[in-house]
């Protein structure tokens, strides 16, 4: 499967977007993860097919929500209150994997990746 992000920007602090991520086809569970300049790449969501089951890593909870629309084969990242440090380039991933759980939190478990797209938050 291909994944396309999109929607990445240069915002203020405090302001939103909402990033894109498009598959080619039907994908079980989605995962958006970012990498800063110099820095390893980290989790940030994770979605299962149904929609019914996320996980948000602690730093962008209560700020970031990951969601989907199956029929539009399309994960979202929707990002409120942007700091400085949530800049970097965030890439969705997809797992073909049956078994939503912690697994989804590691890079390892996903199959494709899209290529990326870059949020820079200025203060």
């Known amino acids: 499967v291909q994944l396309q992000a999109s929607g990445g920007g240069a915002v203020q602090a405090g302001d939103s977007l909402r990033l894109s991520c498009a598959t080619s086809?039907?994908?079980?569970?989605m995962g958006w993860f970012r990498q800063a300049p110099g820095k390893e790449r980290e989790f940030v969501a994770s979605i299962n097919w149904s929609g019914s089951s996320t996980t948000h890593t602690e730093s962008v909870k209560g700020r970031f929500t990951i969601s989907r629309d199956n029929a539009k084969n399309t994960v979202y990242l929707q990002m409120n209150s942007l700091k400085p440090e949530d800049t970097a380039v965030y890439y969705c991933?997809?797992?073909?994997?049956?078994?939503?759980?912690?697994?989804?939190?590691?890079?390892?478990?996903?199959?494709?990746w899209g290529q990326g797209t870059l949020v820079t938050v200025s203060s």
């Open positions: 991933a997809a797992s073909s994997a049956r078994d939503y759980g912690l697994g989804s939190r590691f890079g390892a478990y996903y199959d494709s």
């Open positions: 086809g039907r994908t079980l569970i």
